[in-house]
């Protein structure tokens, strides 16, 4: 039986399909039970159960060969570090206490890192507190996912792409499917110890990159249009996000552009998805 957390989301629900496909038993975790109805149909056991809370997680995770877990994030804290560390020892024990096999943990580019990575680093708390556990643990290190780019489609029709990422400066990318596919694929071969995955797309992107596939999605031009980076946190906050969040991603924004957030490299295994930023970004544009 594998666990799955986050079904409703991007990845998880890649993991929970990619498992069904291939006639693996699957515990899809939800914290609403209408929303698990979708996948009760399609074969799976269905479990209510909250990342924070403990006992209910425990018990969802009783029996299982392996489960995938993730540290969404909670925007409306003012705290992230320290509601990130609340919510990783609850994990923490109910791993203990569950005796589940293995961990597949969703985790970030730079989380080696303790500092200067901004919302990254809960996940480097994370994957150092599940370093510890019984259960062995396999840190999947997603890149910046292509779907990233979705909150900058607005601006499509002014025929322009709005980013504070460094013009001219490529980044690893991923699409979703590859997280989730690749998550799934570690859940199935199993674990030993802990060990750590950096997931990347099939090549780097710069924000021309992106804005050239807009081009030929769209079929008319694209251009890009870089905002300053003290121009971060008024554009977040702006968007409805409070100012701890917006500083979190102005200083993800600062170490992408400068270097600090990237691959560790040494005991992490690198592997690269398939999905091209042309077709994660035509299904942004379809929706």
């Known amino acids: 039986m594998y666990v799955v957390a986050g079904v409703t989301g991007n990845t998880g629900k890649v993991v929970a399909e990619t498992l069904l496909a291939q006639k ?8 609403d039970e209408a929303k698990g109805a979708a996948w009760k149909k399609r074969g799976a056991e269905v479990v209510v159960a909250d990342l924070d809370d403990e006992a209910a997680l425990g018990r969802a995770l009783a029996g ?4 995938y ?9 003012t705290d992230a570090r320290a509601d990130g560390a609340k919510r990783t020892r609850a994990i923490v024990r109910a791993i203990e206490s569950s005796g589940v096999e293995h961990v597949v943990l969703l985790s970030a580019v730079g989380a080696q890192h303790a500092s200067g990575t901004g919302p990254v680093e809960p996940l480097h708390d994370a994957e150092v ?12 290190r997603g890149a910046y996912f292509m779907e990233n780019w979705g909150s900058s489609l607005f601006a499509l029709e002014k025929g322009v792409l709005p980013t504070f990422l460094a013009a001219g400066h490529a980044i690893a990318m991923v699409a979703a499917a590859d997280v989730g596919t690749i998550s799934a694929k570690a859940l199935i071969d199993g674990g030993k110890g802990y060990s750590v995955i950096e997931l990347a797309g099939p090549r780097e992107y710069t924000p021309e990159d992106v ?7 769209t ?16 554009a977040f906050m702006a968007a409805g996000m409070n100012r701890h ?4 991603y102005q200083e993800l924004i600062h170490a992408l552009d400068n270097g600090h957030t990237a691959w560790e490299g040494g005991r992490a295994r690198f592997v690269r998805g398939t999905t091209e930023i042309d077709d994660a970004l035509s299904m942004l544009v379809n929706r």
């Open 69 to 77: 877990l993730l540290l969404p994030a909670q925007y409306q804290s």
């Open 24 to 31: 693996r038993p699957v515990r899809a975790l939800v914290r």
């Open 219 to 234: 079929g008319k031009p694209v251009v890009v249009q870089q905002g300053a980076e003290d121009a971060i946190v008024p």
């Open 129 to 140: 507190a599940l370093s510890h556990v019984k259960a062995a643990v396999t840190s999947i």
């Open 245 to 248: 969040w917006a500083e979190l």
């Open 211 to 217: 804005a050239a596939a807009l081009s030929r999605i």
């Open 64 to 67: 299982a060969t392996g489960a």
